[in-house]
């Protein structure tokens, strides 16, 4: 019987039974986000000595001050070296070592730059009950960096039941809030804004701002403040 199909032949499968070849994979490409936000450049080894002095120095909740005074060096030159503004002296570096309780060798160790990162499981963080005024307003702390020009704070706030609003918080730098549940008249300055789920209100966090009337309790928001670090 005669058929259209073309003979198998013995040297190996039809052409229509072997794979496709996989096309060749592209050359890697630098991908950028959305962000405005400049390149990262990466730190000299006086920048690097210095953030690591002043990352310790801050782990061990001490002041520029004293730690300049127990490395007889003035406060200034602290300033500069913690700043990566000199390249200074072993024996300058030994001293602040011996200052901040540390070997030497830590500082040079981390000169491959190690960059922050916190992670907090879902139910777990920081817990802040407000007292007072601001009763039933609970703040959890989703994450915590101690280096970078900026800090910024990632809370999850519920106001329970027995909450009540408070229009009156005051502070430095920029906040975002994104609601998450309930309903809420939130004041800024001398507006109001209603916000519900997947609402998002954006603000300079100097003026007086907070919850003005919580019209559906109990409600959930992300609020994620972000100001400058203020050198110690």
Known sequence: MKTDRPARSARGPLREDIPQAMPEREEAVDLATGSTAPPVREMTLEESLGSQIRLLRRKAELRGGDVAQAAGVSLSMLSKIENGQISPSLSTLQAVCRALNVPL??????????????????????????????????????????????????????????????????????????????????????????????????????????????????????????HPRMET
């Open 105 to 226: 060798s830590q500082l040079f160790s981390t000169f491959e730059e190690q960059r922050d990162c916190s992670y907090v499981k879902a139910g777990e963080g920081v817990v802040i009950e407000r007292r007072g005024t601001k009763a039933g307003h609970e703040y959890r702390l989703l994450g915590h960096l101690l280096g970078g020009d900026v800090v910024l704070e990632p809370y999850l706030i519920t106001l329970h039941e027995e909450a009540r609003p408070y229009t009156n918080f005051r502070h430095s730098g920029v906040e975002l809030i994104y609601m998450l549940t309930g309903r809420v008249l939130y004041r800024h300055g001398s507006e109001t804004y209603e916000l519900g789920v997947g609402d998002s209100l954006l603000f300079d966090s100097g003026a007086p701002h907070g919850p003005e009337m919580l019209l559906e309790k109990p409600m959930t928001y992300l609020s994620v403040i972000v």
